[in-house]
């Protein structure tokens, strides 16, 4: 059973800034080094023209997240529980994806955190200081101290924030052409890039774990909806800003000098690059060190939450209630797939990545914000949601057009592991 770390909320009491956290960390967790290269991508081809994506990405997961997290407060239910509630096809969705994707990310989270470190300390390989981040990863999350595991993450996120937004501000903003960017329009050949910013602005399956991470916080009741809200909304701005940074760094030095950058997290270090050309050598340094806390929360942020939602599937599985210590943070299912995200991708660090692997993580990890998009619209307009908590028109509008979003994000996603398989 994990330890509190935070005194629930008093009836009536206002949210008070200080109790912000779990947002926090959903969002730090999904803003990994790839969405950092679309965001650089995007702002490299078309300057500001997308700036409003990153708007309406914000909002998007300012809206899903609000859904899961007024599920699981308002039932008392974690969101893998409602997803059982739908039907056992849930469990032949989810079981597959999860073991999947785990050994897939597993590899990539290693390698992303050990591409920023080797080109700071080259004495070690990328393999070698990926290995390395997973092995600290697994240290800091393995007892299962929320507690401890907040701070780091808020850490993590001061530094790629301050690094980021540092970088933004050394470019001198064209602030007119900026506000232009708010105006919706979508460049010719943009469409992709437009789906791909605005879905990749803070996170995929971890969105569905801030369910788990509010509960461990110790917000579990329905007096706690003021502060979930609070903590939600804050934690996307913050997310929003980072990500309006990352676009300004690509559209003032990258668009402006019509450089092309690699796609994938080389992309990051053809960045670096550039900066220490333009500012100086220390500039690409400190860069780096933002590069790498964005893989690193990352990281840790799914050697946690994505561990949690394992053991509650296979607790479920087995008959267990979601309050089973083997259930929960810190029980041997959640230490099970810390163990199966840190060692198993260790062998594709060395040995590159296996075509039909890469195949099925994408074919199932495309499907995953459509299904979180439906299902959400499902539970929380039924009675399995207290009437008082139920969608009302606009949030059902709002995620009607999350799921359409998505919908089209993952068809695109598939035709692309199709073509490369």
């Known amino acids: 059973m994990a330890t509190q770390t935070s005194a629930p909320v008093d009836e009536g ?119 390395l981040s997973g092995l600290i990863g697994l240290a800091l999350v393995w007892w299962g101290h929320y507690g401890l595991f907040e701070k780091i993450c808020a850490a993590l996120v001061g530094i790629m924030f301050v690094t980021m937004v540092g970088a933004a501000i050394m470019t001198v903003p064209n602030i007119p052409e900026l506000v232009t960017g708010l105006v919706p329009l979508i460049p010719d050949g943009g469409l992709v890039n437009v789906l791909a910013l605005a879905g990749g602005v803070g996170g995929t399956i971890t969105l569905a774990a801030y369910g788990y991470w509010i509960r461990e916080k110790g917000w579990t009741t329905t007096r706690h909806m003021g502060v979930m809200r609070l903590d939600n909304t804050v934690a996307y701005v913050v997310t929003g800003l980072f990500v309006l940074a990352t676009l300004i760094v690509g559209a003032e030095l990258l668009y402006s000098a019509s450089v092309a950058i690699k796609t994938g997290d080389q992309g990051l270090l053809d960045l670096s690059n550039v900066l220490a050309d333009r500012y100086g050598v220390w500039s690409g340094k400190v860069f780096l060190v933002g590069f790498w806390a964005a893989a ?62 890469i195949l099925a993580y994408g074919v199932l990890g495309a499907f995953f914000m459509p299904f979180l998009s439906v299902t959400l619209l499902w539970l929380l307009n039924t009675d399995r949601v207290p009437r008082e908590w139920r969608n009302k028109v606009p949030s059902n509008v709002a995620m009607v057009l999350c799921a359409l979003a998505f919908i089209a994000l993952a068809v695109n996603e598939l035709q692309k592991a199709v073509r490369g398989a």
């Open 13 to 131: 009491t206002r949210p008070t800034w200080k109790l912000v956290g779990p947002g926090l960390v959903v969002a730090a967790t999904g803003v990994g080094a790839a969405d950092l290269v679309a965001t650089l991508v995007a702002g490299s081809k078309y300057g500001y023209a997308l700036l409003w994506c990153v708007v309406v990405g914000c909002v998007m997961k300012i809206v899903l997240v609000e859904g899961a997290g007024r599920y699981s407060l308002a039932t008392g239910r974690t969101i893998y529980e409602g997803w059982s509630s739908l039907g056992k096809w849930t469990h032949w969705y989810f079981g597959p994806y999860i073991v999947v994707w785990g050994f897939v990310y597993g590899a990539a989270a290693m390698a992303g955190t050990g591409l920023p470190l080797h080109s700071l300390l080259p004495f070690l390989s990328v393999p070698a200081w990926g290995i």
């Open 296 to 357: 690193m929360s990352s990281l840790v942020g799914v050697w946690n939450g994505v561990s949690m939602m394992f053991a509650d599937f296979v607790g479920h599985v087995r008959g267990h209630g979601a309050d089973h210590p083997d259930s929960r943070l810190g029980g041997r299912y959640y230490r099970a797939y810390i163990l199966w995200l840190t060692f198993p991708p260790m062998v594709m660090m060395f040995l590159g990545k296996p075509v039909y692997l």
